[in-house]
């Protein structure tokens, strides 16, 4: 008996789509079945969640084609937790979209291309196959193509035009990778490619070139969660598409690049050795990781320096946010890092870049989706129009207040555990290097944050400000979330433990 | 405006062309065919038409409708038609892929029923693939027919 839990998210966002698709001209019904649809996909992630913490590993064969031939949908403890920090942000920005997005917006396909997004992220993080593994990124950014020239204008087919030519090229590259793989492995089941590079010989394998194409492969999931050097794309595009939109492209959509980081590179090609050493400058040992480690070291460290720096500089807010989201994913990536190089720390490395991808994610989103609401109350997010918004309304200022102090890792909150594990991963290392980078991105953190703080949150309101109006609806969305952010700091046992799973089923 | 040649030719082509694209749907399960090239060539029959009598012949002749200007198309005209067909044809390949649940099989599993004595076929094969091809023939044919109609009016 197949378990259609494994299955349930998938569908019920893709149910989703299609319902809203169908009912396009009724508009009561369209959104009423919307946020039906994100409701539901909650629901089935939790299911998921439930289930796969009691029985485990979870795989599910479409249309009953065995592996290695058919398409294979594994559930684990990793894509559980990557599935639930998806359905924590996606539904908060869907209701916030509700209100946010124009009645035209509504009517030219909001809710199905965003239902059509979700499709493709729940897809990525159940697939168990590389090749699904493309298909499932295609279908997530065909939509996000649509969401970020949402608006139409100039600036926005701008921004529109870089992401999908970077992101085509980036799939371009990824195609040819897969391709490759298939030829010198075989093929292209995860777990089968990992059981032939664990016995290279037997299988008639030469690990040298699958290095070389993971190696592909990894530039363009760096792409995708937009670290240095592949950022380009990422403030253009944060900065043209909608505020909730914006929340789940950096939330959601980027983690789906680490993600897949985390599959491919520490459970599918970490297995792998090169006999005889990597035979490179400056790198020992025969592990893919040695290889893999220092080269998301050097895209962390990147990361981290240029986000926080130009971050600091910028007065649109959603700007701010965008660079601030480039440095947060060098967090991410650096534990990673170190884990890659350094095995006796991998797994606290692993539940450290799990945990800070939630609170980043969380707290990102509150930002984007603050920003959303200033803007609609204010007319403006450029820090110069901005100031006093304490003064005229606590709430907003309150959602930037606790998003913010999220990432800079102040205690009671999310980001204060996630700050924490990735010190505590790099210390227990030895890594000084990366340890004073951490260092550094935490100060410019908080520069860049109490500077938007003090400009746009403190002083006199300004006359924009006064005349705020802000939403009922958008407000609440705020709180909740905010609370949610606070939730996961104060109860944080179950989500370190949720966390850590995946590297203990790891062995 | 088109000679009479072209529009000689595509009368007879077009015809042609859909049943052909009827073949390659009703074999595209166990043959080479299937429900996206079926779409594909009905949307180029359809194209032929739009390219050699006009879009508003399309509207007129075809589908017995007034066409409307541009921009009022996006809320009545003739793309509700085809953004229709889209919708309904993501529904019914998913809801092909659904129904495999309800019969306690994984999601998108198929089946096949073969019909004998058929009267002049003789042996028949009903496959449930059809209803996914079917599915993915009016995703596609809207889908096309909706960019051109919107592309082509611009």
Do not use: C
């Not at chain 1, 609806?473 to 709180?479: G, H, R, T, Y």
């Not at chain 2, 998913?94 to 002049?120: M, N």
């Amino acid at each position: 008996m197949a378990r259609t839990v494994v299955v349930a998210p998938m569908l019920v966002a893709l149910g989703a789509a299609i319902a809203t698709l169908l009912t396009r001209r009724f508009d009561r019904a369209k959104v009423g079945l919307s946020l039906a649809g994100g409701i539901a996909y909650v629901v089935a992630v939790a299911a998921l969640f439930a289930e796969v913490g009691t029985e485990g590993i979870l795989t599910y064969q479409l249309s009953g084609w065995g592996a290695p031939f058919g398409i294979t949908l594994v559930a684990d403890a990793l894509s559980a937790f990557m599935l639930a920090l998806a359905a924590i942000v996606s539904l908060p920005a869907l209701v916030f979209a509700v209100r946010y997005v124009g009645e035209q917006g509504q009517q030219v396909s909001f809710h199905p291309v965003f239902h059509f997004m979700m499709v493709g992220v729940t897809g990525a993080f159940l697939t168990g196959d590389v090749f699904n593994l493309f298909v499932w990124f295609e279908v997530m950014l065909m939509s996000s193509y649509v969401l970020v020239v949402f608006y139409g204008g100039g600036p926005h087919t701008r921004a529109g035009i870089r992401y999908v030519f970077l992101n085509l090229a980036g799939s371009a590259f990824m195609l040819v990778a897969i391709g490759g793989l298939y030829a010198t492995v075989g093929t292209l089941n995860m777990a089968d490619i990992a059981r032939r590079l664990g016995d290279p010989v037997t299988y008639g394998v030469d690990p040298a070139p699958v290095l070389g194409l993971a190696a592909i492969l990894l530039a363009v999931f760096a792409l995708k969660a937009g670290l240095v050097p592949f950022q380009f794309w990422v403030p253009g595009a944060y900065r043209a598409a909608p505020a909730p939109v914006s929340a789940v492209l950096a939330g959601v959509v980027k983690k789906v690049g680490v993600y897949a980081i985390v599959r491919l590179y520490f459970t599918v090609f970490g297995v792998g050795t090169v006999p005889g050493g990597l035979g490179l400058p400056g790198l020992d040992g025969a592990s893919f990781l040695n290889f893999f480690g220092p080269v998301l070291f050097v895209m962390a460290v990147a990361s981290i320096g240029v986000g926080g720096v130009v971050a600091v500089a910028r007065d649109d807010v959603d700007e701010l946010l965008a660079y601030s989201s480039i440095s947060q994913v060098g967090f991410i990536v650096l534990p990673l890092a170190v884990g890659a190089t350094v095995p006796a720390v991998r797994d606290l490395a692993i539940a450290a870049t799990l945990v800070y991808s939630l609170n980043h994610a969380v707290a990102k989103g509150l930002l984007f989706l603050t920003s959303g609401a200033i803007y609609e109350a204010v007319g403006s997010i450029d820090l110069r129009d901005l100031g006093g918004i304490v003064e005229e309304s606590p709430t907003l200022a309150g959602g930037f207040f606790v998003g913010g102090l999220a990432l800079v890792g102040i205690p009671p909150l999310s980001g204060f555990f996630g700050k924490m594990l990735v010190f505590d991963a790099t210390a227990r290392a030895g890594a000084d290097l990366a340890l004073g980078a951490a260092l550094v991105g935490a100060v410019l953190t908080i520069a860049y944050f109490s500077r938007a703080w003090n400009r746009g949150f403190w002083g006199e309101p300004s006359e924009a400000v006064a005349e705020a109006r802000p939403s009922g609806v958008q407000l609440s969305v705020v709180i909740t979330l905010g609370l949610v952010v606070v939730a996961i700091g104060v109860g944080f046992d179950p989500v370190f433990e949720a966390a850590s799973r995946p590297s203990n089923s790891r062995r | 405006m088109s000679t009479v040649i072209a529009r000689t030719v595509v009368r007879t082509v077009v015809p042609l062309i859909l049943v052909t694209a009827i073949a390659l749907l009703l074999q595209g399960h166990n043959l080479p065919g299937g429900g996206f090239i079926a779409g594909v060539l009905t949307a180029t029959a359809f194209v032929l038409i739009y390219v050699i009598y006009g879009q508003d012949y399309l509207e007129e002749a075809v589908f017995h409708r007034t066409p409307v200007p541009s921009l009022e198309m996006f809320r009545h005209g003739i793309l509700e038609y085809y953004r229709s067909a889209f919708g309904l044809g993501l529904a019914l390949a998913a809801a092909s892929g659904v129904a495999a649940i309800g019969f306690g099989e994984p999601f998108l599993t198929q089946t096949v029923r073969f019909l004998h004595h058929v009267p002049l076929y003789g042996e028949m094969e009903l496959a449930s693939a059809l209803v996914f091809d079917l599915g993915v023939y009016f995703t596609v044919v809207g889908a096309l027919l909706t960019i051109l109609a919107v592309v082509g009016s611009e």
